[in-house]
Each structure stands twice: as C-alpha cells, then as structure tokens.
C-alpha cells in the first residue's frame, strides 16, 4: 500500500466489488503483459460514480490497458493486442505500451509504465490498477489518490497544459455526469 492505506483498501474494494471490472482484469492478466494495469477510466470513473452515489456505473468509453515492454514497443502489437481482447465480448479495449508513448510526446524515453502515467493530463486518471496470479488487486498511482477520493480534478503539474485539461473535461462532460467534481478554478463552462 501508498500513502493511505485506508483510501487504498475503500477503493480496491469497490474495483473487487464490481464483477465487471473484475471479469476485464481477468482478461487483461491472461496476455502476461510485462508493468500493465488497467487505468485512467477504469478507475476514475467508478470512484467518482461512487462518490456521486450513481446506482449504474458510467459506461467506459474504452479500457484502457498499459502495459511496459521495450522488446516490442510496435503498434502492431497493440493492435493484435487489442483484437484479441476485443474477441471476448467486443468491449472497447484500448491497449497502449508505454515504452513508445514518450516518442508521441516529445519526452525523454520513459523508464516504466509508472513513470509514463506521471505525464498524463491530470492526476486523477493517472491511476490504474492491477490484478496478480493470486487475484490480488494492486493500485499504481504516481500521485496518489486523495484527490481522486476526494473528487477533485486537478491538473499535472508536469504537463502543464490547462487547456488540455479543460478541453478534457468538455469533451468527456465530467461536470454533467459528476456534477460535484471540484475542477480547477478556471472557467470549465
């Protein structure tokens, strides 16, 4: 565990609680991806339907898998990735690894799945989750989750890019389906 065991263990119980996401990290662990998680999403979405006391989970536009190997940072890859985990039931698989997603960016090579999310928008998509050979679940969040638990929304400080952000938050209409999301002070109308 991190920072706050509590947080920590309140949500790994919600992830265990939800049969669903349960079934997709059973998926996800069958590929033996080196460092992957389920993340972004697949996390924030749940604890803020939970903190928003929503009776149906909000439906994931994608799910998103990363994952970390070096030895073959090919799209291909993912792509084959994505079809093969798309053939259990068409969820929308979205399978990224993080050892090439620094070239997207403009960064320094990353060094593991955990330092790519440190580069996400915002802090509270940058946590996902992860289940082992003995079904226990194990969050990576470079920032924590108190915000997130908390139902903040805050911007990365090593992105940078307010505007991102707020383009994010539009587009994904946070403030409609969550609509006590604490966001930046600026104007997100």
Same mark, same amino acid.
């Given at each position: ?26 998926? !996800? @662990?069958?590929?033996? =991806?080196? *460092?992957?998680?389920? #993340?972004? $999403?697949?996390?924030?979405?749940? %604890? ?27 799209? !291909? @890859?993912?792509?084959? =990735?994505? *079809?093969?985990?798309? #053939?259990? $039931?068409?969820?929308?698989?979205? %399978? ?94």
């Amino acid at each position: 565990m991190g920072d706050n065991p509590t947080l920590e263990a309140r949500l790994l119980g919600w992830v265990r609680e939800d049969a669903e996401r349960m079934t997709r990290l059973r998926q !996800a @662990r069958e590929l033996a =991806l080196p *460092q992957w998680a389920l #993340a972004a $999403g697949f996390v924030r979405n749940l %604890v803020w339907d939970r903190l928003h006391a929503h009776d149906v989970p909000t439906p994931l536009n994608d799910i998103d898998l990363i994952f970390f190997d070096r030895e073959d940072d090919s799209s !291909a @890859r993912d792509r084959e =990735l994505t *079809q093969r985990l798309q #053939a259990h $039931g068409g969820a929308p698989w979205s %399978v990224k690894n993080q050892a090439r997603m620094h070239c997207r960016h403009g960064h320094e090579p990353y060094r593991s799945t955990l330092d790519a999310m440190r580069f996400w928008v915002e802090c509270e998509t940058a946590v996902g989750v992860t289940l082992d050979e003995r079904d226990r679940l194990r969050l990576l969040a470079p920032f924590g989750i108190e915000t997130l638990m908390s139902g903040r929304v805050t911007l990365n400080p090593l992105h940078g890019d307010a505007e991102v952000l707020r383009r994010r938050a539009l587009e994904k209409q946070w403030q409609t389906r969550w609509p006590a999301l604490l966001m930046p002070a600026r104007d997100f109308d």
